[in-house]
């Protein structure tokens, strides 16, 4: 039987990446957090009954915590300019119609840039 023929069990949501805080956090507190970002996987687990459960991966771009004064905390994004780039590149290839793996189209891609790196540098480092 296919994955595509089995009955989905359970829709889940994995959380991913951090965010850096500019106070100190204190364990044993509870804190609501607000986050915003995308769903960059979907995973599917065979639970070997005929049924699936579909995982999918969120990564936040925005993260909010609220401690239990009421404080609003704006968490910074803690991934390098370069992870930046990376992420933002995976979405623009993400909607492109594309049989080309990310990968691929990334190894591609640099190799241009690479190539254009005098005249790149004149555009954006001047």
Not at 25 to 31: A, D
Not at 43 to 72: M, W
Request: glycine content about 8%.
């Amino acid at each position: 039987m296919s994955d595509k023929e089995k009955e989905i069990n359970s829709h889940i949501l994995k959380l991913t990446g951090r965010a850096e805080s500019p106070v100190e956090l204190e364990i044993g507190h509870n804190y609501d957090v607000s986050c915003s970002g995308s769903i960059i996987s979907e995973t599917l687990h065979d639970l070997n009954d005929g049924r699936i459960d579909k995982v999918y991966t969120f990564k936040p771009a925005t993260i909010e915590v609220l401690t239990p004064k009421g404080q609003r905390i704006k968490l910074k994004d803690s991934r390098t300019r370069t992870q930046l780039l990376r992420g933002r590149m995976y979405g623009i290839w993400s909607k492109l119609q594309t049989d080309q793996s990310f990968e691929d189209w990334w190894d591609a891609g640099m190799v241009k840039i690479i190539q254009h790196a005098d005249e790149l540098a004149g555009m954006y480092f001047d």
